[in-house]
């Protein structure tokens, strides 16, 4: 599975398809390893979205979140940094948010003050 990894960030989070053409060139593998891939992804539950024809492609349904990740404390912070980062870039209200989950977590978990 050399693209398994890879194909989730080639594919956009809504109903705009990527095809397994443009995803093999992208990640320099071929198309039977992302069509492989896909499969593989969809039994391990992660929500494709097909659409056939010359535009066709797949994606990921919008409503779909990452499962949890286990951080440490120094992991967290350091995402927390460079969250702090994105003030402004185009992802900079979603950094926003992504900030507050974490650092929320951090405060819940009792994180050592050092780290938050």
Known sequence: MAAFVKVPRGLSVSLRCTSTSALAERFGVSSRTIERDLRSLQDAGVPLYATAGRRGGYAILPDFALPPVRLSAQE????????????????????RTAADKLAAFMRLTNVPDQYT
Not at 77 to 92: E, V
């Open 76 to 95: 967290a912070t350091a995402c927390l940094a460079a969250l702090a980062l994105m003030d402004r870039s185009p992802y900079a209200t979603h950094a």
